[in-house]
């Protein structure tokens, strides 16, 4: 398989690659390590004519840690680095944990943090080759106006697979988004559209540089786990990240988010008020884990059948929790 | 330092010749092939890429370096993984232009004046080889996982190859053959 044709550039600056970015507008997308990226590109999902890669941007590789200020983790850090740092492994173990939990090795020397946060939805009447495409109708992510997964359905269903994303919103985690205007810092849950078509808000010429997770309060439990049909390589079929804290025996706050059930990663709503001044006794355990279930609404559109999976979010919250209450 | 012209041989077809009948909008941008110089088995080599030219399509068809295997292309399977400064890497995922002033190692570096690494040795001897697909990208993955961690255990070495797909052996040979060579009895 070839990449079809594009040109490169390797600006070494903010500026340039905003700059960049405006000049060639659509024609052009931003690449970290290009292993999602170029696999689209690969089997013509996407053809830009114009790569502008981050490798270069300053401190875009950065790993950063404030104990006031929390970590500060620039979008060009491999999931490697990710892995094998010693200020992630002290203070947030359970992001190298996520990362390791991440395709392959080889793809985690090469993968970004930005990239894997920013990676496409999927869906298997799209991520197929040219060939296999050309026999079934166009599909709103195709640019067509029909799902093949949800014969009524009037929007995109492609699901969002991102392991990170889950676990970096459960931990309050913030994006910084930078062009020649200046910089802004919003929460993490606002990139995302909703839409499986076009899964991210509009960037326009910024360009998120930077993912900061603030210090999470004292004595907190975070974990992620994810279901997929092989021990390696898979993406989540369905997958949970908690942030848990506690003032004592009792909960202070708890954050749920899943991946792998909808076109963005889904926060569970109202689960602090549920557990707020509550022991995390197995009927609160049950509780919770009921809710993530009722929000889960995943689709016949990738491995497994959808209600498999969605079963499956509720034992993966279970698991996560029980393991908190075992300390 | 070797140079190498570009159009020495065929790149195998290229995207306007594959899937006859099929026309794929190859991008409207045709860049300016450009000159890099690849530190491959600590040799240098310049080549002329253009910009869409992978790792892999640079080693198989300009270096004709054919350890590193194409099998999927898509970045699943392992059989192109190659080490970009010590760490294994998919060379089909993996612009050429990118790996320009980076220590590249493919399966062809490994073996020192005529003699095979003990790895490759331990893959023959423990029957880890069938088809022979997939054993160069294994033999790197094991060959980066024991310079990292010298006692690494079976969990971690199943671990260190999930990135690499074999379908023939099972792999038990192959593990076999990584543990050998771990406790120091691959020659």
Redesign the interface.
Known sequence: LRLPRFEYHGPNSIDEASRLLSTYGNDAVLCGGGTDLFVRMKERLATPSHIIALANLPNIREISYDPLAGLELGTGVTLSALIGSSVILANYPAIAATASLVATRQVRNMATLGGNILQNTRCCYYNRSAEWRKTVTPCFKRGGEFCHVLEKGNRCFAVYQGDLAPLILSLRGTATLVSEGGAEEQALEDLFSGDGRSPFQKFGNKILTKIRIPIPPHNTYSAYKKFRLRKGMDFPLAGAAVALSFNGETINDVRICLTGVSSAPVLIKETKELALGKGLAPDLIGELARRAYTSAHPVANVEDSPSHRRSMVRILVEEILEGAAKG | MKSHEPGARS?GG??TN??KG?S????????TPRPVTLNVNDEEHTVIV?????LL?VLRNRLFLTGAK?AC????C?TC?VL?DG????A????A??TQGRKIVTIEGLAKEGHLSSLQRAFIDYGAVQCGFCTPGMIL?AFSLLRENPSASREEIL??L??NLCRCTGYNKIVEAIEKVRDGKGE
């Open positions: 790149q290229g995207a594959r899937g099929i794929f909008n190859t991008g409207t941008r045709t860049s253009e910009d869409r030219d992978t399509d194409e292309g898509t970045g699943e392992g993984t970009i760490k294994p890497v998919l089909c995922l993996t612009l232009i990118e993955s671990k260190a999930e990135g």
